[in-house]
Nanobody, 127 residues
């Protein structure tokens, strides 16, 4: 069982930066999980944003955020981060972190491959 808690959301102006954190806890080993970030706006499905492999050696980001968002993790602190730069109003959403158990150091962008989810944190980018 993995418990995930996101933090760092809030209101930011367009062009600004924000860093989200997701702390993991529970009777498991954080480094056995690839960690992903997804986002959702009202009335829409949850969309993939970024993912990082167990070791942090492999990452993948959605086309819409590539070059602006960076995912990284600290396996000592059991925390994954999403650094968001050059924010745009269309980045406004509830951001969720998720954990996907992986047998190897690979990533997955498929929502249904994720085993645990956080409660989400709202990010609002004003124009």
């Amino acid at each position: 069982q993995v418990h995930l808690v996101e933090s760092g959301g809030g209101l930011v102006q367009a062009g600004g930066s924000q860093r989200l954190s997701c702390a993991a806890s529970g009777r498991t080993t954080f480094s056995r999980y690839a960690m992903g970030w997804f986002r959702q706006t009202p009335g829409n499905k949850r969309d993939f944003v970024a993912v990082i492999s167990r070791s942090g050696g492999t990452t993948s980001t959605a086309d819409s955020v590539r070059g602006r968002f960076t995912i990284f993790r600290d396996n000592v602190k059991n925390t994954v981060y999403l650094q968001m730069d050059s924010l745009k109003p269309e980045d406004t959403a509830v951001y969720y972190c998720a954990a996907a158990f992986r047998l190897s150091d690979t990533v997955t962008v498929s929502e249904d491959r994720y085993d645990y989810w956080g409660q989400g944190t709202q990010v609002t980018v004003s124009s």
